[in-house]
């Protein structure tokens, strides 16, 4: 009997219950804000001030949906010595006070930075948010000390140096406390990708010709938003001529009889992410797409068997071909394509590897890292191209898989 993917880490479903041991929650926010406070004691800043969404959940466990991402209209603070703090878009503060037990009443105020710039500098925005920033940083003892800031605007950032306050990157920081992950953590990624492995099922019985690439994409949002995510981030969609190169979009082409078609799911449950492709062809298959198949197999197996701890990216990022090997005049324009990123609140997280970063710049994988490696490969006939994506957790035993739909060999779809 031939082997197939299988895993250990659970995936228990999206609600909590009495009679089984599921994710904690408190414990989860304690987890992320304990590892928070850890990344700034190791920094030499006396603060962080996040914008960045997946930023604010980890340090705040608050969420108002994802009309608000990355609009930089909600902003997070936590000094050394003190508990989170939250500004976030009028009445959601108020909701904060009532829902969200484990934040200091106090500490979640509305705040407005000026939309985007929709609402000029010149109504004085900017500047009353660099005040109470500033005052809590007085307040909390740590004024004289440099803040970290993840992503931001001109006029907020002008008004925080305004207020003396020496800004630095912030970013690092954060992306240092969110790149091991709890348990809990791992948990709510497996039950993501869970959810994935089901509409997979879904797409391999709906995969024919006369469907468009964006009815697959209607079907994947509808049966997650079905099982419980919280939002759909994208889906790429991807067919027949425009596999090679990748366009990384959808369209409304018809699916035709021997396409090769490949899709990523990229949706968030409780706040925790996907990335992971699948491809299929659709009736038949060609000699060519068997072989890119085969290809992106080998080399996405042979970064999988060298996932451990100690292990640096440039090890994993070497295993993959140069661009210049599969139709690329450089590692630039091959971006993304051999390519391994964490996934957690973020969909980028680190490690990042790929031959651009990592040869020079390898980072060592640590125990509890989860991330993804992808693999393409153009196919023969100059269009088709098979694409391939894994999620792993970095164990002391080596990578263990979260994403189980079948990706052994080439699925086809509707077999004529």
């Known amino acids: 009997m031939s082997e197939f993917a299988q895993t250990d880490i659970a995936a228990p479903g999206v609600m909590a219950v009495d009679w089984e041991q599921r994710v904690d929650f408190d414990r989860l926010r304690s987890y992320r804000l304990q590892r928070a ?15 960045e969404t997946s930023n604010i959940r980890y340090l705040t466990g608050t969420h108002i949906g994802y009309w608000a991402w990355n609009k ?13 703090w939250i500004w976030d878009f009028g009445s959601a503060a108020k909701a904060h006070r009532l829902q969200c037990p484990w934040l200091d009443p106090e500490h979640s105020r509305g705040g407005n930075s000026g939309l985007q710039g929709a609402i000029a500098p010149t109504s004085g925005l900017p500047e009353r948010a660099a005040r109470e920033i500033a005052q809590v940083l007085a307040d909390e003892g740590v004024a004289g000390e440099a803040l970290g800031v993840d992503i ?9 140096q305004e207020q003396g306050i020496t800004v630095r990157d912030g970013q690092q920081t954060m992306l240092r406390a969110r790149e091991i992950k709890s348990s809990d953590e791992v948990m709510l990624l497996s039950q993501a990708c869970a959810m994935v492995d089901g509409v997979y099922q879904d797409i391999y019985e709906a ?17 997650l938003i079905e099982m419980g995510s919280e939002h759909v981030e994208a889906i790429n969609s991807i067919a027949g001529e425009r596999c090679s190169p990748h366009p990384h979009v959808y ?7 021997g396409d090769q078609a490949y899709f990523d799911i990229i949706h968030v449950f409780n706040g ?12 038949r298959a060609t000699s060519a ?10 080399w996405i197996d042979a970064a999988i068997e060298l996932v451990k701890p100690g292990v640096t990216t440039d090890e994993i990022a070497r295993a993959w071909p140069a661009a210049t090997e599969f139709g690329f005049p450089d590692e630039m324009e091959a971006f993304g394509l051999q390519f391994g990123h964490g996934v957690g609140t973020g969909l980028h997280e680190p490690p990042i590897i790929s031959r651009l970063n990592s040869l020079d710049n390898p980072i060592e994988l640590r125990e509890g890292m989860v991330f993804a490696l992808e693999t393409y490969c153009p196919a023969s006939d100059g269009h088709s191209a098979a694409r391939i994506e894994e999620e792993v957790v970095c164990t002391a035993e080596g990578a263990k898989l979260l994403t189980l739909f079948p990706a052994e060999e080439l699925v086809i779809t509707n077999k004529y």
């Open 289 to 298: 797409h068997h072989d890119a198949y085969r290809k992106a197999r080998e």
């Open 152 to 160: 931001v605007e001109m006029p907020i950032l002008n008004a925080l």
């Open 251 to 257: 369209s409304d082409r018809l699916i035709r009889p």
């Open 37 to 51: 406070r850890q990344a700034l004691d190791d920094s030499d800043l006396g603060a962080l001030l996040c914008f």
């Open 272 to 283: 925790y992410r996907t990335c992971y492709y699948r491809t299929f062809a659709v009736g």
């Open 207 to 223: 995969l024919k010709p006369g469907v468009r690439e964006s009815d697959i994409v209607a079907l994947a949002t509808r049966r």
């Open 72 to 84: 930089a209209e909600r902003y997070a603070l936590l000094t050394r010595t003190g508990e989170p």
